[in-house]
């Protein structure tokens, strides 16, 4: 121990000359955190146009690319979506589509949404503007490799839009594409299109990964004099533990897409059984359809938590701040976004219960997800009780956080129902898995993400977004959404299967005929009413009021650069020293209803704050 | 108006719906009416849950929205609490997961005497076949499947001779029953569904995939297939008929066995080559 410490003691007198961040030296409450041991990282700070807006190093940049990429390929998703509800509610008015059709755009809106969509943005695009901010670092570790990810996340996106102008279009084999219907004839888009999805995905995972060994290595290298990983605020907690669940689950994405990709081109049969086509035995024999299902669940139950879980982080912040209180059971949401993460490679085949595999595994997985249930359980608690006894400011961003909990707890409430093995099997490919998937990941997560948005515009643009024009398009927004996802939950009760073009007259689905009508029109408004959203951001942009230093009296580190919004190197000339935990509100002693991180102890001497 | 009010209307809302619902599950078939025991029980409980949650949130929301002079409480941690909540909700997933267990250990566990019954689907369509007067099913192989024989039974298999085959969509089962429906696939993932009786399973071409359920209510019931089967999945239906005794007896007895299916095919031929001789 001694020796260690001796250690510390000379890395600090060598480098307090040559390190000029940190502060070391100048920071007499900090003797117990180690100044940095290397230098700064050297800044390729762009000169022209290409290299400071397109090829650009800035992970702020960056980030913002994702999320306009991500936002526009989103909007495709969205238009794909109004297009599966005009066949479902007013089928009359949509003759141009045949069931080929209804099926590709099933497949590319959930793939869109999934993947090129929520994943992107929240890792993407919060990841990469918010970790350097929040961690206190300059940038990103390896601004170039990040670059390339973005890049490679483009053409991934090219890839697979591409795929809707290859003969045969886009595949039509569910976003799930399991085989062997995926690529064989009979699914829509069994040539190419199938072949470019896998394609893509294997583009994306790829460009990903760059982005995601980023991301882990910033938060564990790059933290700033000061910033113990028991002081980083949540959100950079839920990105960071969704990253390795990313870095872990994608590979298994990844092999499925090119062991397909060579079922379809080689004839190989991983996935391939003995088959007959139109009376005549295909060239396959002895792979396992099921296998597929396992590789591509090991990958989507985790990727349910690599949305989930930034946005569980990213709402704790925002419900502090505009509660003005600390974050309830801070060490318990920590520790509950763990082990959700760690938990979440466990109970895969919670998907396949009724896939034929091995029937006893339903023992197992229907009990590590019940689980599960628990810590999830725990950040919800925790969520509403740092409401209680708060400060509650009722802006826009408030009421985006409110609306989480009420679909995000709907949600997770049907989640039990489906992970409990035996209430699977009635309930399984009908509209109740619908309702409940889009609820839990669709709209909470989407919640989540414009609560960030009415957030950290000030910060990205310097400008505030308008209250009004957002409380119009939360209120669309969230009665819209629940009023389309709740009632839906019934119709899976009476028994309607997913992935219906069309019903036809079975007996018990007749009264479902007006509740479809109903709830094709809710998601026209819903869908309508986000352009809103785009209205205020370019309206903003130019008339905005300007938001001035730090408007939502924000304690975290991305608040307290020198000039907002940030500049490329985020910091000036020092680094920031961190003091505290960010969620020092209305500490009792306090002056203001804020303690910033940065603040030393010794300026806030008499409040009677928790040693974080 | 306050949020407040309106995110109470929409507790409220969905409370008044779920009660008033004229869309719920269809009157139940079969023996699993302890499925819908146990989703009645999930609904209690997890709606429970939902209320107090989002009535707790509301509650905050009034009480504690933002005045200038309040006052925030600074509590990071209240570990007693913690502890009660981990408890009390692992006690509450507890009590949902042991039921749920106990059925599913039913649903996986076939009694000895239900029927087997071969369901065997493809793009897009079914058709069944039952073990005639031995009981037994003959074993099949996909690459035997042609216009002869046409669910690919091994002709040398001896059980396979006088299995009743029904080359339609629409099967009947006898009530109070017991029939264990062995699925199949010669192309791709099906499953054969039929929402009155709660029961589900997938087909996958390559193994034989299996459940059980007793039919208890005579009637017609439609068959969907509920996992996508390429472009046709939505008119990839069929139909079960549950009979009394008398009426499945007779039904039964009018089926072509494979044997006679042999026996037609053979006098066919023969008529074919005697033409062709002339």
Known sequence: MSEDFKDNKTIQAQSSETISGGGSGKAPDMDHVRPAEVPEQDLYHGHSFISKWVFCQDAKVIGVQYFILATFTGIIGLILSWLMRLQLGFPELASFMTAEHYYQFVTMHGMIMVVYFLTALFLGGFGNYLIPLMVGARDMVFPYLNMVSFWMFFIAVGVLLASFFVPGGPTG???????????????????????????????FVAGFTMGGLNYLITVLQARTRGMTLMRMPLTVWGIFTATVLAMLAFPALLVGSLMMSLDKILGTSFFMPTILQAGEVLEYGGGSPILFQHLFWFFGHPEVYIV??????IISDLISVHSRK???????????????GALSFFVWAHHMYVSGMNPWFGFFFATTTLIIAVPTAMKVYNWVLTLWRGNIRLNTVMLWCLGFIVTFVNGGIT??????VIVDVPLSDTYFVIAHFHMVMGIAPLMVIMGAVYHWFPLVSGRLLSEKLGKWHFWLTFLGAYSIYFP?????????PRRYFEMYDSPYVTSAVGMNEFISTAAFIVGAAQFILIYNIIKSLKTGKPAGKNPWQANSLEWLTPSVPPEHGNWGDR?????????????PGAKEDFITQTTPPSEVANTEVEKT | MHPGIIFFLVILGSVLFHIFTPWYWTDVASNWGGMDDTITLTFWIGGGVFIAVCLFM???VFKFSYKKDRKAEYKPEDKKLEKILTLATTLGVAALLAPGLIIWNQYISVPKNAIEIDVMAWQWGWQYRLPGEDGKLGTTQII???DNNPFGINLDDPYGKDDVMIQGDVINLENNKPVKILLRSVDVLHNWYVPQFRAKMDAVPGIVTYYWFEPNKTGEYEVLCAEYCGVGHYGMRGGVVVQDNQAYESWIQEQETFSDLIAKQKILEDGETKLAKK
């Open chain 1, 173 to 203: 084999s569910g976003w799930t594409l399991y085989p062997p219907q995926s690529i064989l004839e009979g699914t829509p888009g069994s040539g190419m299109g199938i072949l470019l999805m896998c394609i893509s995905l294997i583009l």
């Open chain 1, 308 to 313: 989930a879980l930034p946005a569980f982080g």
């Open chain 1, 326 to 340: 600390n974050i309830f059971g801070y060490r318990m949401m920590v520790w509950a976004i763990v082990v959700i």
């Open chain 1, 415 to 420: 989640g039990i129902f489906l992970g409990n």
């Open chain 1, 488 to 496: 839906m939950h019934y119709l899976g009760f009476i028994g309607v």
């Open chain 1, 575 to 587: 680094l920031p020293i961190v003091h505290r935990w960010p969620y020092d509100y209305n500490v």
């Open chain 2, 58 to 60: 509301v509650y905050c």
């Open chain 2, 144 to 146: 035997n499947v042609n």
